[in-house]
């Protein structure tokens, strides 16, 4: 049995990392600088335990994650070894730790992608070669003038080309002149707030919602009134009975976010006729409407609009990538002169080289392949997830049934706190969002949002799920 620098005092210190923690990154830093060998035995627990002056179950837990991970391989009577054949190349150096996140909306800072990272479209099957080629004839074809700032509200290219997409895959009848070009979602519905809404309003919220939603009302000095969402999403008999006179609406329809649930047709005319009838606005975030796999896609809330009362938000970064930098305002035909006005005081203005090679992509019927792709590729690695994770998490955890949408979510006990489970992970190298940070309510049930599209294999999901189920 090898004789290792493991045993020396490990510091006690509330802050520093997990004592379980500490000794797996011993391990692997053993491993990677050559002083394990695969084939190596390595201490028993017990006998490692009593040498550092720890609980054996905090280094069952650290033999634990190596095993999981695939580092070390128990041998029953004849102990624990070095997974043999392992590459000491192969070994993940320990990350750094990171900083538990304030809130949920915290987006992952690195420039790695980690496991169950939300909000990121599958990046390996984006068709980088077909994008380059696109891009390099539209600098071949940039002349002096293209060189001047873009116009306001976007590209008329562009803009018509979102016009005929909306119309075909979404059902929403706009001309290109109501469709305004901005930077994300943010800057969608900043427009919106400055168009419409003032200090004071009163705004309907999904409850839980997409964190950014409520931070983007509660700066503007609007007040929010969180209403319910169930399995036919947001309650609106609630809304109409606490808060009938609010200003405006903003509804995630087709996947709730993040509850994946779909917005009913009872509940999708129950909230047009409200809005019609108070002078109100909706305003409809459709991120990943696209992404339907029991049916077909459904109509946008948008497309139901008879009054005029619906303002569409849709974006290209859960289509192409996040770091484009691309999204999207569908307003009503009247407000036109409004949100120009508005745009030319707070827009922002997108580079018109990206415009242009967006355009480009959907003229030549490329946007419209690759949603198909990604609907199929989805489908298949959240069948993949799914079953991984349920295997290896065992009956306690459970995963709800969604209709469509990127991510999944994890149901955990009410006695688990999900925060800290999620935190766990992000020191673990993987990435979760605790769903109680998604609630405006205290009572929120306890879960975990994790995404599925980066998930290559059912294998690759049930290893992680091992390293969860550690954890828990």
Not at 195 to 222: F, M, S
Not at 268 to 297: C, F, K, M, N, T
Not at 369 to 383: F, N, P
Request: aromatic fraction near 6%; include cysteine.
């Amino acid at each position: 049995m090898i004789s290792l620098p493991l045993a020396s005092t490990l510091p006690a210190s509330p802050e520093s990392e997990p004592l379980y923690r500490q000794i797996y990154e011993r391990f692997l830093s053993a491993i990677a600088q050559g002083s394990l060998q695969p084939g190596d035995r390595i201490p028993s627990a017990r006998a490692l335990a009593k040498e550092l002056g720890v609980a054996r179950g905090t280094v069952e837990l650290a033999y634990a994650l190596l095993h999981a991970e695939g580092y070390v391989q128990p041998r029953g009577q004849a102990g624990t070894v070095i997974t043999p054949g392992l590459l000491a190349s192969a070994v993940n150096t320990p990350l750094p730790p990171h900083r538990a996140p304030s809130t949920a909306s915290d987006t992952a800072s690195t420039s790695a992608l980690l496991p169950f990272q939300m909000g990121i479209p599958a990046l390996d099957a984006f068709p980088r070669k077909i994008w380059a080629r696109l891009g390099a004839r539209q600098l071949r074809a940039t002349h002096a003038v293209d060189l001047g700032y873009p116009p306001e509200n976007g590209l008329p290219a562009l803009r018509s080309a979102i016009a005929t997409h909306l119309h075909v895959a979404r059902g929403i009848h706009c001309n290109p002149a109501q469709v305004f070009i901005t930077s994300g979602y943010r800057e969608s519905v900043n427009l919106v707030i400055q168009a419409l809404l003032t200090k004071g309003d009163q705004v309907w919220i999904e409850d839980p919602c997409y964190p950014p939603t409520r931070e983007l009302t509660n700066h503007a000095g609007l007040v929010a009134a969180a209403i319910p969402v169930d399995a036919e999403g947001m309650d609106i008999a609630y809304g109409l009975e606490h808060a009938p006179q609010a200003t405006a609406a903003i509804v995630t329809p087709a996947h709730q976010s993040p509850l994946s649930v779909t917005l009913s047709l009872t509940r999708r005319q129950a909230l047009l006729e409200w809005a019609a009838q108070q002078q109100s606005w909706i305003i409809e975030d459709d991120y990943d409407g696209e992404y339907r796999y029991v049916s077909r896609p459904l109509p946008a809330l948008k497309s139901l609009d008879k009054h005029g009362r619906v303002l569409y938000a849709g974006t290209f970064s859960k289509v192409l990538f996040p770091g484009i930098r691309l999204a999207y305002l569908v307003v009503p035909d009247a407000l036109i002169p409004t949100f120009e006005h508005i745009n030319k005081i707070v827009g922002n203005g997108i580079p018109a080289l990206t415009q242009q090679l967006v355009s480009a992509f959907m003229a030549e019927g490329l946007f419209v392949r690759h949603i198909q792709r990604m609907r199929k590729l989805y489908a298949e690695r959240r069948t993949a997830t799914a079953t991984g994770l349920a295997k290896a998490l065992g009956p306690d955890i459970s995963i709800d049934p969604q209709p469509g949408g990127m991510h999944l979510v994890l149901r955990l006990g009410d006695h688990t706190s999900d925060t800290l489970i999620a935190q766990r992970m992000r020191e673990h190298g993987m990435y979760a969002h605790a769903l109680s940070h998604w609630s405006t309510h205290d009572t929120a049930h306890s879960g975990l949002l994790l995404g599925f599209t980066n998930i290559a294999s059912q294998e690759e999901a049930e290893r992680l799920g091992h390293v969860i189920r550690t954890l828990l």
